[in-house]
């Protein structure tokens, strides 16, 4: 899958819900031992490393100026990189008596590492795995993509300010064992399609809560890809509710009526293309509420498969090794 670097799988929020404390690791350095000049309230601070941004007292000063010559306002700053020298101007109370600091915009450097970690998670995934990052119908990438970005983008920005964190160990160990699984197809994601695609995936659109829901499919689906409509028509017990089934037609998904109306009796019955759907509720006296409603995923069963069914695991016998490649549970001979 073709990505641009503007691309970031993750968001600000979904670092925080990560780790609430990030903000205390947002690389300000500060800056210290100015110095008056020959000119009123211009003061320089020299040997201060590079500086991109400049900081009073918390409050972001905004853009350098385009030389030092012309810093002559309150607030107005710059940065001779070959003087290794920062330049500022204050008529009101000088930089010693303030909380002066170089760094980056927070907002600024975050937006960087998340797209750093967005370009990280796709390079440590195999080519079939990176093609699967798409979003949802809702918009939304897949929860492990985001969380897995955002493990990566807080260990990048704690560990630009604290290389030796430990902190950050435990989230950089979440990432790759994320990755790890991803990779192997222990974990998958909802966009692929594996060998259980074809018995659907429900999603739930409208649900009343301890009611008569689908529990189970059999079977196989044997066209090419759909999205079902599945919907309570009447409510009530087993033996009373019905249900009705859409599938897409020549022009729309969820189109074309093919169960019209079923008595839920319980037992598997009819969903679509060699599929049947199976009923259930919490208790024997639950009910189905009228007018809930589900939508399922399905691929054919003819549909290419993207994630891993064959592995290979090294074999040996009397000393020499050779390989075998194999489906389904490992074995050792």
């Known amino acids: 899958m073709a990505v641009t670097s503007t ?10 819900d990560i780790f609430p404390g990030l903000s205390g690791h947002d690389s300000k350095v500060r800056v210290y031992n100015w110095q008056t000049t020959g ?24 853009s350098a100026e385009a030389n030092s010559g012309v810093v002559n306002a309150n607030g107005e700053w710059y940065y001779d990189s ?8 204050d008529s009101a109370t000088a930089p010693n008596n303030r909380i002066m600091e170089s760094g980056e915009d927070w907002a600024t450097l975050k937006t960087r590492q998340r797209r750093n970690a967005s370009r990280y998670l796709e390079s440590k995934m195999d080519q079939r795995m990176a093609r699967e990052i798409w979003k949802d119908r809702e918009g939304d990438y897949p929860y492990i993509i985001v969380r897995t970005t955002a493990l990566i983008s807080v260990v990048f920005l704690i560990r630009a300010e604290d290389p030796n964190n430990e902190i ?11 990755i790890n699984q991803l990779n192997s197809g222990t974990i998958q994601l909802p966009s692929a399609v594996t060998m259980d695609s074809s018995k659907g995936y429900l ?13 189970d499919t059999r079977g196989h689906y044997y066209g090419t890809y759909d999205l ?3 919907k309570i028509t009447t409510g009530g017990v087993l033996g009373t509710a019905t249900y009705s089934v859409w599938e897409k037609d020549s022009t729309q998904l969820k189109n074309n009526k093919i169960v019209t109306d079923k008595i839920i009796d319980g037992d598997y019955q ?8 199976r009923f259930a509720g919490g208790t024997d006296s639950s009910t189905a509420a009228n007018n809930d409603e589900w939508e399922m995923a399905v691929h054919g069963a003819g549909e290419a498969v ?3 069914s064959f592995q290979t695991i090294a074999m040996t016998r009397g000393g020499s090794h050779s390989a075998i490649t194999y489906s389904g549970r490992s074995k050792r001979y």
Do not use: H
């Not at 009819?270 to 759907?277: V, Y």
């Open 168 to 178: 950050s160990d435990a989230f950089w160990e979440e990432a790759q064992d994320n």
């Open 228 to 230: 079902l409509k599945i």
């Open 39 to 62: 000119t009123s309230d211009l003061y320089l601070a020299r040997n201060v490393g590079l500086v991109t941004q400049l900081f009073s007292d918390g409050e972001d000063l905004g």
């Open 270 to 277: 009819q969903l679509a293309s060699g599929l049947q759907i």
């Open 306 to 308: 993207d994630t891993k």
């Open 7 to 16: 691309i970031s799988y993750c968001t600000d929020q979904d670092l925080k």
């Open 203 to 215: 999603r739930d659109v409208t649900y009343t809560a301890d009611s008569i829901r689908p529990v």
């Open 82 to 89: 070959d003087l290794d020298t920062v330049y500022y101007f």
